[in-house]
């Protein structure tokens, strides 16, 4: 009878030590998921990998542990599905010659100075950006003038910005001004926007001081 009452107990112990083996509770297979990769998707896969191995074990989940999980597969699936944004973007200048323009002349091939043109929106032919992906756009009109200047912006051919300078000065008849516009516009595929002069005998000075810059936000 006692060695009945031995062999038991001792398959109960084996059965016990089994058990305890086989209970892991699952922050340390977040832990080990965390030390074994750098990406989202890497560390999902860990874990996967960690719980397929461990098939035969007891997984226990507390409230924090099941918050991790959800917010490591949300995480993941998001950055899996988010589409890329577009690269649209230009910054163009006037390089060669300062220039003196007429009411209403649209700035053709006034800048070219061309420090990128991401997605060749603009086109420097024309002076025109076409935009080529729908979205917020932020632009932005400056110019260096010596005597006075009158531009602006428009949206196909509705007028968004002005910039204007004037300046009389008896000491200084012929004074370098510096005038800048920024605007955020909502536009649609095929929408144009180009910069025109807004007087007579409107001066832009050259040399890198002058341009026109659009970028996609979102």
């Not at 960690?50 to 099941?66: C, E, G, P, R």
């Not at 589409?83 to 163009?92: C, D, E």
């Not at 756009?137 to 005597?147: A, P, R, W």
């Not at 920024?182 to 595929?189: A, E, G, I, P, Q």
Request: aromatic share 8%; with cysteine.
């Amino acid at each position: 009878m006692k060695v009945m009452w031995e062999r038991t107990e001792n398959y109960k112990a084996t059965v016990n030590n089994e058990c305890n083996a086989r209970y892991i509770p699952i922050c340390c297979l977040l832990s080990n998921a965390k030390k074994d990769s750098v990406s989202q998707q890497t560390k999902l896969e860990s874990l996967k990998s960690l719980i397929i191995n461990n098939a035969k074990a007891t997984v226990t989940l507390d409230s924090s542990d099941l918050k991790q999980l959800l917010k490591l597969s949300k995480s993941t699936s998001v950055n899996a599905t988010s589409p890329k944004k577009p690269g649209v973007g230009f910054s163009v200048y006037v390089k060669a010659k300062h220039l003196t323009l007429g009411r209403g002349q649209t700035l053709v091939h006034v800048y070219d100075g061309i420090l990128t043109n991401e997605g060749n929106g603009h086109d420097d032919r024309t002076g025109v950006f076409t935009c080529p992906v729908a979205g917020t756009y932020m632009f932005v009109v400056d110019c260096l003038s010596i005597s006075q200047s009158s531009l602006n912006l428009k949206l196909n051919k509705a007028k968004v910005a002005s910039l204007y300078v004037k300046v009389k000065n008896e000491k200084h008849p012929r004074p370098y001004l510096q005038i800048s516009r920024t605007v955020v516009l909502k536009l649609k595929v095929g929408d144009h926007v180009k910069v025109v002069s807004g007087g007579i005998d409107e001066f832009i000075h050259n040399n890198y001081y002058s341009g026109f810059t659009g970028t996609f936000l979102f």
